[in-house]
């Protein structure tokens, strides 16, 4: 019974935090959710969102080829596709004849595919759907065109890594997560020192005033 009473008594010591504190606690709770999200996104998630945009990118251009192979395009505009994506274009027909290379595939990955290599992949990818996408952003699609031909379309996107532009948003993220620390504490202090003190003394009075005394006066607060 006696324990029963000591707990009950240490129970009741807890207070629940002033408005004061509630304000500061409320405003380091919010920079610590806007800067884990920053550095989420930024750091974290960076090399993901970076790998998704460019194979996007890159089956954007394959469906812009697929549709100038049907309209019978000049090199010129192959080319014009290359240099305005900076994506290379290699395209040949189903037996790895007649293949064709965009300038900016020269001396690049797509290259090194001879005749044979194009007949080959052209089964390989006909086999798996239609259309391959390996981890170099590499994507390999066969078409057949309206006329009956069948081609084998190859697009390679240079991927830059990433590695660099991390460490520099790490120092900016450093930096910025100071400054917003600091500025959350400056902001919360002026705010609570602004809002509790009044609402504490309505909060007191009113108190009082449960109390059973009807003398006491809220303070009065002007425009």
């Not at 010591?13 to 996104?41: D, E, H, N, S, Y």
């Not at 991927?159 to 660099?164: A, C, G, L, T």
């Not at 900016?172 to 902001?187: A, E, K, N, P, R």
Request: hydrophobic content about 45%; glycine content about 6%.
């Amino acid at each position: 019974m006696g324990e029963q009473t000591v707990k009950k008594h240490k129970f009741k010591k807890w207070r629940k935090p002033g408005i004061r504190m509630q304000v500061m606690l409320g405003f380091v709770l919010f920079t610590a959710v806007i800067v884990t999200l920053l550095w989420t996104f930024q750091i974290t998630l960076l090399n993901t969102f970076y790998k998704a945009i460019k194979v996007n990118e890159v089956r954007s251009v394959a469906n812009r080829v697929v549709a100038m192979l049907d309209e019978s395009a000049s090199a010129n505009d192959y080319f014009e596709v290359t240099r305005s994506t900076n994506i290379s274009i290699l395209i040949s027909n189903s037996d790895g004849s007649n293949v064709s290379f965009s300038p900016a595939a020269r001396g690049g990955v797509l290259e090194r595919f001879d005749y044979l290599d194009c007949k080959q992949l052209f089964t390989e990818v006909k086999a798996a759907g239609g259309s391959v996408m390996d981890d170099n952003i590499i994507y390999a699609q066969t078409v057949t065109l309206s006329s009956g031909n069948e081609y084998l379309v190859l697009l390679s996107c240079d991927v830059i890594p990433v590695d660099s532009t991390v460490e520099t948003l790490k120092i900016q993220l450093w930096c910025l997560t100071g400054v917003m620390i600091l500025l959350s504490f400056g902001l919360a202090l002026f705010i609570s020192s602004r809002l509790s003190k009044p609402l504490e003394q309505m909060n007191e009075s009113a108190k009082q005033l449960g109390e059973g005394k009807y003398d006491i006066r809220f303070p009065e607060q002007g425009a």
